[in-house]
Nanobody, 131 residues
Framework: QVELVESGGGAVQAGGSLRLACKVSGFTYSRVCIGWFRQVRGDEREGIGFLDTDGTKRYAPSIEKGRFTISKESDWMTLYLEMNNLKPEDSGTYYC????????????????????????WGQGTQVTVSS
C-alpha cells in the first residue's frame, strides 16, 4: 500500500526557512515521480516541483527560482522541500504527491494543468509565515 507522509511544517517569521520531508513507502514500480504541491487559502493546489527516478528534476514555472529546492535521500524513501526566505504568501498546506510507472499526469499537474490525474497524496503539512 502506497503511503506518503509529510512532516516539518510549522510557524515561521518572514525571511525564515523550513525543510519539509515526505516519507515514501509502498511503491513496487521501478519508475516513480514524486512532487510537492501547495494549497493556499482554498485555491487550487499549485505545483512546486518534482523528481523522477530517471533523474529528472523540474520546478513549476510559477515558483521563484532559488527559494524552493527539492532533494531526496539516495534510497528514495524520503523527499525534501527546502524553503528559504519565506513570505506570508507562502502560507498554506504543503502536499507530497506521487505517480508511478507513467508520470505524465504528475508532470502536467506540476505545470498547472490540473491535479486530478495524480494518483497518490499525503495528508499535507501546514506552513504559516508571519510578517
Amino acid at each position: 500500500q502506497v503511503e506518503l507522509v509529510e512532516s516539518g511544517g510549522g510557524a515561521v517569521q518572514a525571511g525564515g526557512s523550513l525543510r519539509l520531508a515526505c516519507k515514501v513507502s509502498g511503491f513496487t514500480y521501478s519508475r516513480v515521480c514524486i512532487g510537492w504541491f501547495r494549497q493556499v487559502r482554498g485555491d487550487e493546489r499549485e505545483g512546486i516541483g518534482f523528481l523522477d527516478t530517471d533523474g529528472t528534476k523540474r520546478y513549476a514555472p510559477s515558483i521563484e527560482k532559488g527559494r524552493f529546492t527539492i532533494s531526496k535521500e539516495s534510497d528514495w524513501m524520503t523527499l525534501y522541500l527546502e524553503m528559504n526566505n519565506l513570505k506570508p504568501e507562502d502560507s498554506g498546506t504543503y502536499y507530497c504527491a506521487a505517480q508511478a510507472a507513467v508520470c505524465m499526469g504528475l508532470m502536467r499537474a506540476i505545470q498547472g494543468h490540473g491535479v486530478d490525474p495524480v494518483d497518490y497524496w499525503g495528508q499535507g503539512t501546514q506552513v504559516t509565515v508571519s510578517s
